[in-house]
């Protein structure tokens, strides 16, 4: 069984400009969650999506961010402009129920 | 909003010595999950706990949930290179799936 894909996996911008992540959670999985992991830190929540419906989103900053699950499968997390604070791991993860799973993460710097 | 303190942040431990780290809730906890994370990658999933006083045992890692103390404990018996790696443990007070996490304890195990 595959498991959740990112891509990409590593990406170099500077600031102002835009960025996107695209996420493909595990087949059948209905919550998906996208989360913002810093250096040192551990992973904080950005929204958590039901299907196509965004259930928690409380913490995503909405004057730069937004995030899309237009069918209730993959997503896209999107950021515009990019600030030199917004440089971190972003994951998804996917969740039949209790257990996430996450996927490899895209590593963005904003120079 | 609910915060998890682990401790320690980081530990280095000689191959084939035990160790434990715990994971301090500030809010009640429904349920307690431990992830590892190796640098560059997603989180993989460990264990999940719910009762007070559960004990789960995975391959040489135990964990163990305190209710009333708030408290979980993840045990790692004879060490290996292989358990190297970030432990974070991660919760929601609400009782769905984790979106709090602690920050992690980076563990290093030499020979």
Not at chain 1, 89 to 99: D, K, Q, R
Not at chain 2, 85 to 111: E, H, M, Q, W
């Amino acid at each position: 069984e595959a498991g959740v894909v990112q891509s990409p996996r590593y990406k170099i911008i500077e600031k102002k400009q835009p960025v996107a992540f695209w996420c493909n959670p595990i087949s059948g999985h209905n919550t998906l969650y996208w989360y913002r992991q810093n250096l040192g830190q551990g992973p904080e929540l950005l929204i958590r999506y039901e299907n196509e419906e965004a259930v928690d989103d409380s913490q995503l900053p909405k004057d730069r961010f937004s995030a899309e699950r237009l069918k209730g499968v993959d997503s896209t997390l999107k950021i515009q402009p990019a600030e030199l604070g917004d440089s971190a791991v972003y994951l998804c993860a996917s969740s039949p129920g209790n257990e996430q799973f996450f996927g490899p993460g895209t590593r963005l710097t904003v120079l | 909003s609910q915060e998890l303190e682990q401790s320690p942040q980081s530990l280095i431990v000689q191959e084939g010595k035990n160790l434990t780290i715990n994971c301090t809730s500030s809010k009640t906890l429904y349920g307690l999950y431990w992830y590892k994370q190796k640098y560059g990658e997603g989180l993989i999933f460990l264990m999940m706990l719910q009762k007070g006083g559960e004990e789960k045992s995975h391959e040489k890692i135990t964990a163990k949930l305190d209710e009333k103390k708030q408290q979980s404990s993840l045990h790692i018996t004879a060490s290996q290179p292989s358990h190297a790696g970030t432990y974070l443990c991660g919760a929601d007070s609400s009782g769905n799936t984790p979106l709090v996490f602690g920050k992690g304890t980076r563990l290093s195990v030499i020979a």
